[in-house]
């Protein structure tokens, strides 16, 4: 890339290499600003008679191009490109949906001397209009095979972030106590309502048993009769191990035991299991408290239809303690 002052009227459809101000230091024009005829009346009503502008050399490509690029590439799902000045785009949620990040491959690209990535959390729950990501580019060019190599990468490896909608999701709740099959509903009910409601969700059914084996696989059954898009399992007491009531009963009514613990705190008693593509999710003291647990770090993916694996959940651990 070359920097040189050209006449303000020669300056048609090229690149600011510095920004321009008015004599009381408001910006006029910001530098990477590709100058339009309107731009070249503004000049000149401003009395300047040059500019500095950037040109591109051969094998080049402008900022912005590059940006728009890679971020075509880099996602999918709903959300939508907005390139903003500076050589950077930023990616915005059309939709509510859940953020699934590729942490290595966004680590790869990170590593290029061309383009960076900053995106939010892995899972996070996003609303329509928030930012997902942005990509910025070096200032003005960025050389073309840089970029074909960043290309590559992503058409080989697939996208770095997926914006997953979360339609509004069928959620259903199985409340368990040792003593009192309503008990564990009248603690638990309000946190649960509120809690689901932060992600655009209500409870469709919900059923109360006493916890122990038989009932509690008896109700499970009934729950996933229904098709929700999660079920989750409020007990008033804390498992040691899958091999308690409420792990023998997931297991005894058809599902699968993904994962027993968690490195998450609030929530490292979590137990997920899933019934073909239904998560069964149990985390005793989860649902005391509003404030943040291993809940909100696992319901947006699950409610997005992704199924998380044991293996992201031992992930969890970085970032996990909560509070």
């Known amino acids: 890339m070359n920097a040189r002052a050209l006449g303000v009227q020669e300056s048609l459809g090229k690149i600011l290499s510095t920004p321009i101000f008015k004599l009381s230091g408001k910006k006029l024009l910001a530098k990477g600003h590709i100058l339009t005829e309107d731009d070249i009346r503004l000049l000149q009503t ?13 094998g080049e490509i402008s900022e912005d191009e590059a940006v728009l690029s890679v971020s075509t590439n880099m996602a999918a799902g709903s959300l939508e490109i907005r390139l903003a000045a500076g050589g950077r785009a930023n990616l915005v949620a059309t939709e509510n949906c859940c953020a699934v990040i590729d942490d290595d491959l966004l680590r790869q690209i990170n590593l290029t001397s061309s383009i960076v990535i900053a995106t939010v959390a892995n899972f996070s729950y996003i609303r329509a209009g928030q930012r997902l990501a942005i990509v910025k580019s070096t200032p003005f060019a960025v050389e073309e095979e840089q970029i074909e190599a ?3 990468i992503l058409r080989e490896r697939g996208p770095i972030i997926q914006a997953r909608p979360i339609p509004p999701p069928k959620i259903g ?22 809690r689901l409601e932060n992600y655009g969700a209500n409870v469709n059914i919900a059923l109360g048993c006493l916890e122990e084996e038989a009932m509690i696989a008896n109700s499970l059954g009934y729950l996933l009769k229904a098709k929700p898009t999660a079920i989750v399992i409020a007990s008033t007491t804390a498992p040691a191990s ?23 705190e609030p929530g490292n008693l979590l137990l997920l299991a899933y019934h073909d593509e239904i998560p069964v999710i ?17 319901l947006p993916p699950l409610l997005s239809g992704y199924r998380v694996s044991g293996w992201e959940l031992a992930a969890f651990g970085n970032g996990g303690l909560l509070i």
């Open 46 to 58: 401003e009395g300047l008679d040059q500019v500095w502008v950037a040109e591109l050399d051969a």
């Open 150 to 152: 960043v290309l590559n």
């Open 173 to 194: 709740v199985l409340y368990t106590d040792p003593i009192h099959a309503e008990r564990s509903r009248h603690l638990f009910e309000n946190v649960m309502r509120q």
């Open 242 to 264: 899958p091999k308690d009531a409420v792990g023998r009963a997931i297991q005894r009514s058809g599902c699968s035991i993904e994962r027993f613990l968690a490195p998450v």
């Open 282 to 298: 149990a985390a005793p003291g989860c649902y005391r408290s509003p404030k943040k647990n291993v809940l909100d770090v696992l």
